[in-house]
């Protein structure tokens, strides 16, 4: 048995007994923060897609690979067969807990795929209970964060915890791009949020957008985790078939009717040949908007077009009377903001090569001779953040807030941070004691970081 403890995946939990009068919490996860599974339309048993350590590519390629349907405003997956579905089980919990469950990654213990899970035992701890005082909602985060399904899935949640902890209202955390959809929720259900919701406790949400993050993203893919565990997980490449065709992702691209300190750019090294004469110039591209300025590359136009009227649901929405908001936004990161592709010594001849700037090309230039070609990455201007979300746009969430607090971490890490954990206990009731080190700014007014 003593050989078993050295095993992650053999710890025990720690027993904690639950306070009825505690308020009920929803968690609620972002982009790439919830379990998606695979189901059969016919008959079958639901394989996971999304997150997974073994036979990652090959289940993400079968089986996830998806394209935008503009009739019905939804990502559908190209598999007509299957559809995607995200478990339900442990109230919600079990698909934002740890994003890979199987006995190999809790043995490794992967650090990027527990998720929530540090912050549900934290809550566990204080005596919260699954089922009646706590709930997750994970979604299908390939969707629009204004779509139906998502908007009805959270009204559902809310009901559900409001009912099972005796009609008490419900104190929302989310993170990251769970802001957005909570955001869309209240625009588009005020009555709703008003009626079930307490408090809001936000924590690294791109309001304003992640500009070098997702304008990257969109251009040459996403890669998870960093090291060699990228190997056990879906290539940037095979990620990059999927997010252009995500609204989602579109709706967290910089928005242009913020006034940033300076604007995000997206620089291009290019040949320019005039006549005779051949020079290499870089060449900038403003806000990738609806009907202004966007360079012609693989975008869809039609998501794009949906994701600005969802900016425009965003720039609007208004904080209920009543409701009690927080916000934690990550500090001490370097974040991308300005992308570039190409150089002045290799420059990029077409835009279209944008979109393989860091692939491996093995070009076969005799039939007993092969050499490799690498693509240079692509080189960012970096401003103050959580390493994904400029603090800039994290902490411009337009709302009164009670609190907004600049942490040093990490995106992914904040939800594990004991400073965070601290400030969640102080704003929920359940302990006083918050560390000194955080650095705290009191709003007394709504306008501060606009």
Same mark, same amino acid.
């Given at each position: 048995?003593?050989?078993?403890?050295?095993?992650?995946?053999?710890?025990?939990?720690?027993?904690?007994?639950?306070?009825?009068?505690?308020?009920?919490?929803?968690?609620?996860? %972002?982009?790439?923060?919830?379990?998606?599974?695979?189901?059969?339309?016919?008959?079958?048993?639901?394989?996971?897609?999304?997150?997974?350590?073994?036979?990652?590519?090959?289940?993400?390629?079968?089986?996830?690979?998806?394209?935008?349907?503009?009739?019905?405003?939804?990502?559908?997956?190209?598999?007509?067969?299957?559809?995607?579905?995200? @478990?339900?089980?442990?109230?919600?919990?079990?698909?934002?807990?740890?994003?890979?469950?199987? @006995?190999?990654?809790?043995?490794?213990?992967?650090?990027?795929?527990?998720?929530?899970?540090?912050?549900?035992?934290?809550?566990?701890?204080?005596?919260?209970?699954?089922?009646?005082?706590?709930?997750?909602?994970?979604?299908?985060?390939?969707?629009?964060?204004?779509?139906?399904?998502?908007?009805?899935?959270?009204?559902?949640?809310?009901?559900?915890?409001? +009912?099972?902890?005796?009609?008490?209202?419900?104190?929302?955390?989310?993170?990251?791009? %769970?802001?957005?959809?909570?955001?869309?929720?209240?625009?588009?259900?005020? *009555?709703?949020?008003?009626?079930?919701?307490?408090?809001?406790?936000?924590?690294?949400? @791109?309001?304003?957008?992640?500009?070098?993050?997702?304008?990257?993203?969109?251009?040459?893919?996403?890669?998870?985790? +960093?090291?060699?565990?990228?190997?056990?997980?879906?290539?940037?490449?095979?990620?990059?078939?999927?997010?252009? +065709?995500?609204?989602?992702?579109?709706?967290?691209?910089?928005?242009?009717?913020?006034?940033?300190?300076?604007?995000?750019?997206?620089?291009?090294?290019?040949?320019?040949?005039?006549?005779?004469?051949?020079?290499?110039?870089?060449?900038?591209?403003?806000?990738?908007?609806?009907?202004?300025?966007?360079?012609?590359?693989?975008?869809?136009?039609?998501?794009?077009?949906?994701?600005?009227?969802?900016?425009?649901?965003?720039? *609007?929405?208004?904080?209920?009377?009543?409701?009690?908001?927080?916000?934690?936004?990550?500090?001490?990161?370097?974040? @991308?903001?300005?992308?570039?592709?190409?150089?002045?010594?290799?420059?990029?001849?077409?835009?279209?090569?944008?979109?393989?700037v860091t692939l491996l090309y093995l070009i076969h230039s005799t039939p007993a001779c092969f050499f490799l070609v690498w693509w240079p990455q692509p080189q960012y201007s970096y401003v103050d953040g959580d390493g994904t979300v400029p603090a800039e746009s994290a902490k411009a969430d337009g709302y009164a807030a009670v609190e907004r607090v600049g942490i040093p971490g990490e995106h992914r890490a904040?939800?594990?941070? *004991?400073?965070?954990?601290?400030?969640?206990?102080?704003?929920?009731?359940?302990?006083?004691?918050?560390?000194?080190?955080?650095?705290?700014?009191?709003?007394?007014?709504?306008?501060?970081?606009?």
């Open positions: 048995m003593s050989m078993l403890k050295l095993c992650p995946c053999f710890y025990g939990r720690h027993s904690a007994v639950s306070d009825s009068d505690l308020d009920p919490v929803l968690l609620v996860s %972002g982009m790439g923060g919830s379990i998606l599974n695979s189901k059969p339309k016919k008959f079958g048993l639901e394989t996971r897609v999304w997150v997974r350590f073994l036979l990652a590519e090959l289940e993400f390629k079968n089986k996830a690979w998806s394209i935008y349907n503009p009739q019905t405003g939804y990502t559908e997956v190209l598999n007509k067969d299957s559809e995607i579905v995200v @478990p339900q089980d442990d109230y919600g919990l079990y698909a934002i807990d740890i994003l890979d469950p199987s @006995p190999l990654a809790k043995c490794v213990h992967l650090t990027e795929v527990y998720h929530f899970h540090d912050m549900i035992e934290m809550l566990v701890n204080c005596g919260y209970k699954k089922g009646t005082t706590l709930f997750g909602y994970g979604y299908d985060f390939r969707q629009s964060n204004r779509v139906g399904n998502s908007m009805e899935g959270l009204k559902a949640k809310l009901e559900t915890a409001y +009912e099972a902890s005796g009609k008490r209202k419900v104190n929302i955390i989310t993170h990251s791009m %769970g802001g957005l959809l909570v955001s869309c929720f209240m625009s588009l259900y005020k *009555d709703v949020f008003s009626m079930f919701v307490n408090k809001w406790i936000c924590i690294g949400c @791109p309001f304003q957008g992640a500009p070098g993050c997702i304008n990257d993203s969109i251009l040459t893919g996403l890669q998870f985790v +960093e090291g060699f565990e990228n190997y056990f997980f879906v290539s940037r490449w095979t990620m990059h078939q999927l997010l252009l +065709e995500c609204p989602s992702i579109y709706e967290m691209l910089p928005n242009p009717a913020f006034k940033w300190e300076r604007d995000p750019q997206i620089q291009v090294w290019r040949k320019q040949s005039n006549d005779d004469d051949t020079s290499i110039q870089a060449e900038s591209y403003g806000l990738l908007t609806y009907g202004g300025n966007a360079i012609p590359l693989p975008f869809n136009m039609s998501i794009l077009k949906w994701a600005t009227e969802t900016r425009k649901i965003l720039n *609007d929405v208004q904080l209920p009377e009543g409701v009690s908001f927080y916000n934690i936004y990550g500090t001490s990161c370097d974040t @991308p903001f300005d992308v570039c592709y190409g150089s002045e010594t290799s420059p990029v001849d077409e835009l279209s090569e944008v979109c393989h904040l939800l594990r941070d *004991d400073k965070v954990f601290q400030l969640i206990k102080k704003w929920l009731g359940i302990e006083q004691n918050v560390s000194k080190r955080s650095r705290t700014v009191k709003v007394m007014d709504s306008h501060v970081y606009i």
